[in-house]
């Protein structure tokens, strides 16, 4: 089994910044593509940014220049640098990994349980 806890959310007021951060731990062989989805109140889950094992990143328009993905490999671990935060930006934050088990075993997707981020004056 697969665990992601995300950890770094809170209340910011506008302009302000937090750093989400997710790590994966349990039996994992590897991991590919890692990211950052978030649901606001009465609305779908989005993709905010992904980034692949080598470092490519992708990021949805409305966060673009303001929101930095990275991840650290060896510790299993991304991170969400968000800058200049909006109130649109409020929403629960999901971590979510693509994750083989083993060599042989195709990947799965895991999510993490959800950091709330509150952005208000």
């Known amino acids: 089994q697969v665990q992601l806890v995300e950890s770094g959310g809170g209340l910011v007021q506008p302009g302000g910044s937090l750093r989400l951060s997710c790590a994966a731990s349990g039996s994992i062989f590897s991991i590919n593509a890692m990211g950052w989805y978030r649901q606001a109140p009465g609305k779908q889950r989005e993709l905010v940014a992904v980034?692949?094992?080598?470092?490519?990143?992708n990021y949805a328009e409305s966060v673009k220049g303001r929101f930095t993905i990275s991840r650290d490999n060896a510790r299993n671990t991304v991170y969400l640098q968000m800058n200049r935060l909006k109130p649109d930006d409020t929403a629960v934050y999901y971590c979510?990994?693509?994750?083989?088990?083993?060599?042989?075993?195709?990947?799965?997707?895991?999510w993490g349980q959800g950091t709330q981020v509150t952005v208000s004056s």
């Open positions: 980034i692949s094992h080598g470092g490519t990143s």
């Open positions: 979510n990994a693509d994750v083989h088990t083993s060599w042989y075993a195709p990947s799965y997707n895991y």
